[in-house]
């Protein structure tokens, strides 16, 4: 008999973001539980993300980053991503390759697993302008080294966004759906030595498979999932055409 139909943990997780050096980026994160029954480790102060990023752009159209650290998903290790825009940036092919292991902290102790894990991915994205929307499908070796296909389709309503995604797997199928809103009391951010800021944006994805182990991509950033998928050029100048076309 089932007595609980879901589990929930909530935190607040306050980061610390600076650019040593031009296209260097470091992020220090502290993870403070305020309700969980996910299990022993969430009921711990313990680090979040604590990474080091350099990007690296070669051209308007090309670009690539290199990051390490300790990452979302109890994982840590290094990774690089290319990314490659053509035909004015509506279509992209981005690249992936990481070497991960596990990562822990429970008691005060890091418990961490051998960085001997190979992960990968290739994508290719189009960007649709008449319906700000974007089209992605690729491949991947996920982070615990199982192999599959994944596709998604996202659609840009101003600063709001929607999307479905599926996933062919060696353990079967899974999909769901994500969405990310703009936090509306936050403020635009403005350049000065020390800003403390709340997320611009609230990003929620449901796994309809509940699939928590296959499957699983490399993310370096918390964000990330949303982060770059926002064309703000193309659907700032789509809203200004549509505009225009509603009063001729």
Not at 142 to 171: K, M, P
Not at 197 to 213: D, K, L, W
Request: charged share 20%.
């Amino acid at each position: 008999l089932v007595e609980k139909f879901y589990e929930t943990q909530f935190n607040r997780a306050p980061a610390v973001e600076f650019s040593p050096w031009q296209g260097g980026s470091f992020t220090g994160q502290v993870i403070f539980p305020i309700q969980n029954s996910l299990g022993y480790e969430g009921d711990h102060i313990r680090p979040g993300i604590i990474s080091l990023t350099q990007d690296f752009r070669f051209s308007d159209n090309f670009k690539c980053s290199v990051s390490a650290g300790n990452f979302p998903g109890s994982i840590y290790g290094i990774s690089s991503s290319s990314e490659l825009y053509l035909l004015d940036g509506d279509l992209n092919l981005e690249l992936m390759a990481g070497l991960v292991g596990s990562s822990h902290f429970v008691d005060n102790e890091w418990v961490h697993s051998p960085m001997e894990r190979f992960t990968a991915s290739a994508s290719l994205s189009w960007f649709w302008p008449h319906f700000n929307m974007e089209l992605k499908a690729g491949m991947a070796r996920f982070v615990n080294e199982d192999f599959g296909l994944f596709a998604s389709a996202l659609r840009i309503f101003n600063e709001t966004s929607v999307g479905l995604y599926a996933q062919i797997l060696e353990s079967g199928t899974n999909g769901g759906f994500f969405f990310s809103v703009p936090l509306f009391f936050s403020r635009r951010s403005t350049r000065k030595l020390l800003r403390i800021t709340i997320p611009p944006q609230y990003g929620f994805t449901y796994n309809a498979g509940t699939e928590y182990f296959y499957g699983q991509s490399l993310r370096t950033k918390s964000n990330s999932i949303y982060k770059d998928r926002f064309k703000w050029n193309k659907s700032i100048e789509n809203m200004i055409i549509n505009l225009k076309n509603k009063k001729e």
